[in-house]
């Protein structure tokens, strides 16, 4: 499987921004997909998830603000990021499972900033 990241980029506090992470590979495989991030000095953490049948699950912190969403036919997985703030700051990545192997896309970089 492998996934490509993009989306970022600079937007100021209060702004949205999209991410997209285009799987290819294996997919049928795929039985979950994540976003997730790692701000500089720490530790990569997790955002948000969406499984096969669509049920969606988000980290305290950006729940009501960050909507995950896909596209069967793209196969493609959205992060829509709204009302961003500061501590958004990150490199973010998508992550999915398959066959019970975790696989990586490179990040992609979210800056909030005035």
């Known amino acids: 499987v492998q996934l490509q990241a993009s989306g970022g980029g600079l937007v100021q506090p209060g702004g949205s921004l999209r991410l997209s992470c285009a799987a290819s590979?294996?997919?049928?495989?795929?039985?979950?997909m994540g976003w997730y991030r790692q701000a500089p000095g720490k530790q990569r953490e997790w955002v948000a998830g969406?499984?096969?049948?669509?049920?969606?699950i988000y980290a305290t912190s950006v729940k009501g603000r960050f909507t995950i969403s896909r596209d069967n036919a793209k196969n493609t997985v959205y992060l829509q990021m709204n009302s961003l703030k500061p501590e958004d700051t990150a490199v973010y990545y998508c992550?999915?499972?398959?066959?019970?192997?975790?696989?990586w896309g490179k990040g992609t970089l979210v800056t909030v900033s005035s």
């Open positions: 992550g999915a499972n398959a066959g019970g192997v975790d696989y």
């Open positions: 590979g294996s997919i049928v495989k795929i039985t979950r």
């Open positions: 969406i499984i096969s049948g669509g049920s969606t």
